[in-house]
């Protein structure tokens, strides 16, 4: 019964997705090539599509739920998550101190195929973007709240449930295909086989540099809570791959969701509330990254490191951006190009070479931001004193006046 439990599973499909289309991109030729990417883009669209709607059908019913209390967890929610980006960037810098000097690494990444042009290419637009979404949320749920409607409050709940089937049977079904297609994607163009390999040291380091800062932020959620931070992480792993496969916050938001809702110590208010604005506003695994490559790519080009001062008022500037960079692949980097210009000095050549060694690992650092969504909503749950089984009801007031 396991045994057929887990192959239905959406881990299991998420495993296959990412080893298919591997398989099929290394034997694609152009034709095929075409047709996947073509499937690729439709489904990313409707996906996009669809996020906004997780976020107004989420965000704004939970804050409504919330209560008096909205402003107060919105207001600690942002707090963590600057911190949380801030102290990932100040490890990493610490890291990169310690080892990009004794690094030897290739400046120059292999080149592979292109992806030809589509064969065809459904535009499905969102009805709003991600950050329009975002903003609209707060503010309607605290005008619903203010204004005391009690119409608008039972339509928000019913529009919580009309998004959470399309996200069970919409999106979900859907994204082990768009993973498949993705990868497929990478591997035609050789990424996966040309290119990794050129900054593997880096990468592997990074990618530990995440799971140390994941480690960290769930011990410290357990200790705010007093629970066991496993009972969150342990169901994150359809969340993770997810992420790798999509290299989308945004995208990998109904499964964070899904994953988020079979922990028993997230309080459900809160949960729902946190986890789809975190996952616009926490990008610690991100910004980890960021913070290192950008090292790697100075001492790449000039022999050295940027100075010290430099990197502080970069770490504490790039905290900000990544609160309002959208949860895209690559939006992080993206959205700080002005500050790895203007802040550390980098040219055209830097820049390029930035985002060409962010994109390979881009995955992880997305996986990284949605599994540490998980330990933000058990802290703030924990600080409101809200731990379901802890002697409090999670149905009525979210915090103890």
């Known amino acids: 019964m396991k045994k057929k439990k887990f ?8 495993i296959l997705g990412i080893i298919i289309g591997i398989i099929v991109g290394n034997i694609s030729n152009v034709t095929a090539i075409r047709i996947i990417d073509s499937i690729k883009r439709v489904i990313g669209s409707l996906i996009g599509y669809i996020v906004p709607l997780i976020i107004l059908g989420f965000i704004t019913p939970a804050i409504v739920s919330l209560k008096e209390n909205a402003g107060k967890v919105l207001g600690v929610t942002l707090i963590i998550c600057y911190a949380s980006s801030v102290g990932a960037a100040t490890m990493s810098f610490l890291a ?21 042009e589509s064969i065809f290419n459904i535009s499905i637009d969102p009805i709003m973007p991600v950050m329009t979404a975002l903003v609209t949320s707060i503010l309607f749920g605290i005008a619903v709240i203010v204004t005391e409607s009690n119409t608008w409050e039972n339509l928000l709940l019913e529009l919580n449930k009309i998004i959470l089937f399309i996200v069970n049977n919409v999106v979900i079904k859907i994204l082990p295909v768009y993973i498949a297609t993705t990868f497929a994607g990478l591997s035609y163009e050789g990424v996966i086989v040309n290119e990794l390999p050129v900054f593997l040291k880096v990468i592997v380091i990074v990618i530990i540099g995440h799971f140390i800062w994941m480690t960290l932020m769930y011990s410290i959620a357990g200790a705010v809570s007093k629970t066991n931070p496993k009972e969150v992480f342990r169901h994150y792993v359809p969340a993770y791959l997810t992420a790798v496969g999509t290299m989308s916050s945004a995208a990998t938001l109904s499964v964070a969701l899904k994953c ?3 922990s028993k110590t997230l309080d459900p208010k809160i949960r729902d509330f946190a986890i789809p604005l975190c996952s616009n506003t926490h990008l610690c695994g991100s910004v980890l990254t960021e913070v290192f490559f950008v090292m790697t790519v100075s001492q790449i ?6 100075e010290t001062a ?15 960079a959208p949860g895209v692949p690559g939006g992080t980097v993206v959205a700080s190009l002005g500050l790895i210009t203007s802040v550390l000095g980098f040219n055209d050549t830097g820049t390029a070479l930035m985002l060409s060694i962010f994109a390979l690992q881009d995955s992880f650092g997305t ?4 599994t540490t969504d998980g330990a933000i909503a058990l802290m703030v749950t924990g600080i409101f004193k809200k731990v379901p089984g802890r002697g ?8 103890q006046n």
Do not use: H, Q, W
Request: net charge positive; aromatic share 6%.
């Open 392 to 399: 409090d009801n999670p149905e009525v007031k979210v915090a």
């Open 7 to 14: 192959f239905n599973s959406l881990v299991f499909k998420l």
């Open 310 to 324: 430099n990197m502080i008022a970069f770490i504490l500037l790039l905290g900000i951006f990544a609160i309002a």
């Open 367 to 370: 996986a990284c931001n949605v």
């Open 96 to 116: 990169g101190k310690a080892i990009i000097p004794n690094l030897n690494i290739a400046s120059n990444v292999g080149g592979g195929n292109s992806i030809p």
């Open 260 to 262: 988020a809702r079979k």
């Open 301 to 306: 080009l000039t022999g050295k490191l940027p």
